[in-house]
């Protein structure tokens, strides 16, 4: 059983659409085997949940707020705590009912969890390999290289970077604003390829196409079962 953690550099990062494509690439392209999908928490009424509802019906998301805002911030306004334990135990259920297990974070690797942890601290101390979510556009070095630093900190065991064209962007501006051998070289950490903007994201098929042939798949292949 394999679980892969997507974080990203911040909210914007695309990284519920990578998720997606990700696991519609899994169950077109290995569909001998079960696949999961899970985000930490939500905050805000409509959000990842309700995109993934349009594609499966399985999604798991064990603690939800109304405010669209920081998870302490929301649930303080509703005099909740926030139970790592339970988000946890979600989990672990899930990891033993499938063999594959993709589970999104919120926000960037910095945003807080909880008053106390950041999304960085869990992934790090949940181990949980990690793929990097980063949007192209201008600016996209400075993140990445923090992040992983931020990464790199907490010991999260960070697999691969992905760069996400959430807008449309040119091979030049890609070049330009996320150049690979450089950030390669700046992390130590290696780029898995550039998801491209897709128009319309409501076919499970084209995504799975698009992830197959944008990203290096060789350190997310699922582990042999046993």
Known sequence: MKTLFIAGTDTDAGKTIIITAL???YQYFFPDLSTGLMKLL???VEGDGEFYGRFFDDGVIPLRFDA???PPVAAALENRNIDLGLIWQSLVKLEQSKDVVFVEGLGGLGSPITDEFTIA???GSWCLDTILVVPVRFGAIAHTVANVALARHHKVKLKGIIFNCVDFCTEEQKNQWTPREMIESLTKIPVLGYFPYLEKIDDLKELAIAFSQS???ELVLPESKD
């Open 23 to 25: 696991r519609a690439y």
């Open 42 to 44: 939500q905050t805000g």
């Open 68 to 70: 669209p805002l920081a």
């Open 121 to 123: 601290d869990l992934a």
């Open 215 to 217: 990203i290096n798949l």
